[in-house]
């Protein structure tokens, strides 16, 4: 079975400084790895992914996100946040070796990431 | 607009009434999906499709639920005897089949259901 946690409930970030939205993840193969942003009333919009390569993937909205191996981990970062940014945040995975299961995503129970002014 | 639309965008019903919920993928999308939110947690999967065939159902699919992709276009998932515990937001999300392997879903703006 795989699974993602996403330790934190709500993120408190002040404008132009660095946000970070913490992931980990379990999976018995190796992971795919997303993030997604849903915003108020809206459906949930693809950021980026870890699929393989290189550890650090860049994304939409400046985003970017660290894979690493060893933590199973892939924390969500944006080096100067906007208050635009504020939203919740999902973390997801699929294993990759899973082969003939679902082809969907496990979410993580979502972190609210609130950007003051 | 060319994105995923779904349709109702919010549905009040009684205890024991039948809903049905349609999801119309962007055009050129093989997969379909289901997914179901409830307040503080993230989507989690019922089922999905590849053109007209359903490939997969999450346990979380009770004989309650069916869903539907008869001409491998457009979905409905259908909800029988309501419980209150069937009150959450229904995502439809659909991808090509090269988005699908590596997850990139598209997803609508979903369904709300409140039972009574």
């Known amino acids: 079975a795989q699974s993602v946690a996403q330790p934190e409930d709500q993120v408190n970030v002040a404008e132009g400084n660095p946000l970070t939205v913490k992931c980990t993840y379990s999976v018995s193969g190796n992971p795919y790895l997303f993030w997604y942003v849903q915003y108020p009333n809206r459906g949930l919009q693809f950021l980026l992914k870890?699929?393989?390569?290189?550890?650090l993937v860049k994304g939409s909205y400046g985003f970017e996100a660290e894979f690493n191996k060893s933590q199973t981990s892939f924390h969500l970062k944006k080096p100067s946040a906007l208050v635009s940014d504020s939203a919740l945040y999902f973390c997801a995975v699929r294993d990759r070796d899973s082969g003939g299961g679902a082809d969907g995503l496990t979410f993580g129970k979502g972190t609210h990431l609130i950007i003051q002014p | 607009d060319t994105g995923v639309s779904q349709d109702p965008r919010h549905k009040i019903t009684k205890r024991g009434q039948n809903v049905t919920f349609r999801c119309d993928p962007i055009s050129e999308h093989n997969r379909l999906y289901w997914y179901r939110q409830t307040l503080g947690q993230g989507p989690e999967f019922l089922t999905y499709?590849?053109?007209?065939?359903?490939?997969?159902k999450s346990r979380l699919l009770s004989d309650r639920f069916s869903a539907e992709r008869p001409k491998g276009s457009f979905s409905t998932l259908e909800i029988q005897r309501t419980e209150q515990g069937d009150s959450a937001m229904y995502l439809c999300a659909s991808s090509s089949r090269a988005g699908t392997n590596t997850g990139e879903l598209f997803f609508g703006e979903g369904s709300r259901l409140t039972v009574l």
């Open positions: 870890y699929i393989t390569g290189d550890n």
């Open positions: 499709f590849q053109n007209e065939a359903q490939l997969e």
